[in-house]
């Protein structure tokens, strides 16, 4: 299965009632595994999971801690890009060099490194003494 296919088909599974904003993510990682999540809203606002949280829960859940790529969906005119929490989520396991697409119900849309998507990302070097 692609990762299109893989975030195409959890997002269908999304929990968003108040935003009505269905968003897919899914991993590859280093072994080749696939691992996917989806939103999930709260009444709470600030109390919701992001695709890619879900995804990367999924990963951890199975053993895996390496992403190799990411490719996160929704229906959207313009790509839609991880959130900034995600962001530094995504950052822990994948490494600067790895590919972010950014992707619409029709296909992909974008490609960037982990590096373009989030500068400068707080790392285990930087607890270093």
Known sequence: MSLFDAAKAVRENAYSPYSQF????AIRTTSGAIFAGCNVENVAYPEGTCAEAGAIAAMIAAGETEIAEVLVIADSPQPVTP???CRQK??????????IALAGLSG???RMRMSDLLPGAFAPAHLER
Request: charged share 25%; proline share 5%.
């Open 22 to 25: 269905k968003v897919g993510a």
């Open 83 to 85: 959130c900034g929490g």
């Open 90 to 99: 995504l950052a822990e396991f994948a490494a600067p060099e790895v590919e």
């Open 108 to 110: 992909e849309t974008q």
